[in-house]
């Protein structure tokens, strides 16, 4: 091109440094939501490690099993439907606008017929299976950056039921529910955050998914745990408490603090970028959530001491205290002040503690290992609900009325409300009959649905059932031997198991006599029930010394080694030699 004046190359110039400009900030707000959707997702290794914690041994491959069907069924479903549902744009599929609905478009005005109007406020009609556009390559890298930004939200909603069904539904009927239930979501994704959501223009605000995500998530599991049912024995004293104990506190603790750092990418990269005022939105959500957090764990721990009667504090406390401050902070992180945070979090905390416990598990016996019905329902609910009481519409980067305690009066408070009550109206509409119809499909009964949805092995007796080796072909080998103990002197029969094991077992017995080596207070369990074997049987014991010489050798060699350890080295013992 030939400019024929020193004027059209400075214009020249100008309009190419307006493109670069652009450009820029496009590829800076894209970095920053690529980077959150990536911390995101790793939410599924922190949700795992907390589900495997709360779960009985024998059960963790499934439950990380399910987390990876979430993010394999989950892409499959938002990519060809759940994207297209929740923001779909029929006039073109990289326009930023819905011009048929635009609230401010002068069609905004032109009569439209209610039944139309409903189904396109409803629902996204277009972007389904999105391809590049090559005619426009910025749009379809600002739409690629939403789209897997989205997808981590929807995987969340989705891994949510993961933990609240644990080791009760079958693995085939959790891959059907990883599909749909990403297609729930997408609806409720459209009514609170595409432009022309019947929520979203009526002035909802939840800034980061405190609805679409965590109150949908956790009342769907409130629905799977009803449908299923809980373990067997769990509620009707026919198991001690013992067997449905939490297999790993420290996997739970791991799981949080996994959690917790994802948190920041969760509700911080919802301000889609750090371009313009969007980075002071990112920063004020940071300090917001760390806030909330902080006094969700503080109630935690004081509840654990008020429920134990200031005995322990319990790490399952500590994890939905502090889960429960996180969960209220996503709808409100970005429209209150840091010390209203703190406020927020800390009832947040205490709710998903005392629901849990009190309510949920003592009340009404819904058998939720891993909490997530108060978590996440509960402290949802609470969340959405303080957006009315605690918004300010001052703060930069935000649209939002003031709440009740900002003299904004109730008009903020019942667009909460009415989100509350929508989501949990549409999980009960569209869960409920999912589960109905899948369990009729696998039990081929109509009248039990349950069966077709329960995880169960009428030729394994003992219970909780261990999926792993049933399911996924996987064997754990690393036996509890102080819970070996312990049904050793409830079990006669499973003396004589134990025996014949170490028999053919050679590998197992070192790892006996290693384990008594190392522990002081195991040896002395193992004496104690040994000599309760001796008084009660003796001569079946001498029996069995007689016959096997290599287990009366194996024994007084520990023996002999835990007597040495306690004398004086002139006055320790030698092994006799063999005659």
Request: net charge negative; proline share 4%; glycine share 8%.
């Amino acid at each position: 091109m030939n400019y024929s004046s020193e004027t059209d190359n400075a214009h020249y110039i100008k309009f190419v440094s307006a493109i670069t400009i652009h450009q820029k900030l496009y590829a800076d707000d894209t970095t920053w939501i690529l980077t959150s959707a990536f911390i995101i997702l790793t939410m599924q290794s922190g949700f795992a490690m907390l589900e495997i914690g709360v779960s009985s041994p024998g059960n963790e491959v499934n439950v990380m099993m399910k987390n990876v069907c979430d993010l394999l069924f989950g892409t499959i479903a938002f990519f060809f439907f759940g994207y297209g549902i929740a923001f779909g744009e029929p006039s073109n599929g990289f326009s930023e606008n819905f011009p048929a609905m635009n609230m401010n478009s002068e069609l905004a005005n032109v009569h439209v017929d209610s039944t139309v109007y409903f189904i396109y406020i409803a629902v996204g009609m277009g972007d389904f299976v999105p391809s590049t556009n090559f005619d426009d390559p910025v749009s379809s890298g600002l739409f690629y950056a939403r789209y897997i930004f989205n997808l981590s939200f929807a995987a969340t909603s989705t891994t949510i039921v993961s933990g609240a069904i644990a080791m009760r539904m079958k693995f085939g009927v959790y891959c059907i529910y990883a599909f749909y239930a990403v297609l729930v979501y997408s609806f409720v994704a459209h009514w609170v955050w595409a432009p022309n959501g019947w929520l979203a223009i009526r002035g909802v605000h939840d800034f980061a998914g405190g609805g679409p995500v965590h109150l949908l998530g956790g009342f769907n599991s409130f629905l799977a745990i009803k449908f299923v049912g809980p373990r067997k024995g769990r509620f009707d004293g026919t198991r001690p408490e013992r067997d449905f104990a939490e297999s790993s506190p420290t996997n739970q603790l791991l799981g949080l603090l996994v959690l917790w750092f994802a948190w920041i990418g969760f509700n911080c990269g919802s301000s889609f970028g750090i371009t313009e005022e969007k980075w002071l939105v990112a920063t004020r959500t940071a300090v917001s959530t760390m806030n909330s957090s902080a006094g969700g764990g503080i109630m935690g721990s004081l509840y654990s001491q008020w429920a134990t009667k200031r005995t322990y504090v319990r790490p399952y406390d500590i994890v939905n205290g502090i889960l429960g401050g996180l969960i209220s902070s996503s709808p409100t992180s970005a429209c209150v002040q840091p010390y209203e945070a703190m406020i927020i979090g800390a009832i947040g905390g205490v709710v998903a503690c005392w629901t849990n416990e009190m309510l949920f598990k003592k009340r009404m016996h819904l058998d939720d290992p891993v909490g997530a019905v108060g978590a996440h329902a509960v402290a949802a609910s609470w969340g959405i609900f303080a957006v009315g009481l605690f918004a300010n519409s001052r703060f930069d980067g935000i649209v939002v009325r003031d709440g009740l305690f900002h003299g904004g009066g109730f008009k903020q408070l019942g667009a909460q409300c009415l989100e509350i009550v929508a989501i949990i109206a549409w999980s009960t509409a569209a869960v409920t009959p999912f589960f109905y119809i899948v369990g009729v499909v696998f039990s081929r009964n109509p009248k039990s649905p349950r069966a077709g949805l329960r995880l169960e092995f009428p030729d394994q007796q003992d219970y909780p059932h261990q999926a792993d080796p049933r399911i996924h072909n996987c064997r754990e080998d690393n036996i509890d031997l102080k819970d070996v103990i312990e049904h050793v002197r409830e079990d006669k029969e499973l003396l004589k198991d134990v025996i014949e094991h170490v028999r053919e077992d050679k590998e197992f017995l070192k790892d006996v006599i290693e384990h008594v080596r190392e522990d002081k207070e195991f040896f002395e369990e193992i004496c104690k029930v040994v000599l309760q074997r001796v008084n009660n049987e003796l001569e079946h014991v001498i029996e069995h010394v007689r016959e096997d010489k290599e287990f009366f050798e194996e024994i007084c060699k520990v023996v002999l080694q835990r007597v040495n350890n306690e004398l004086e080295p002139s006055q320790r013992l030698g092994w006799p030699a063999s005659s």
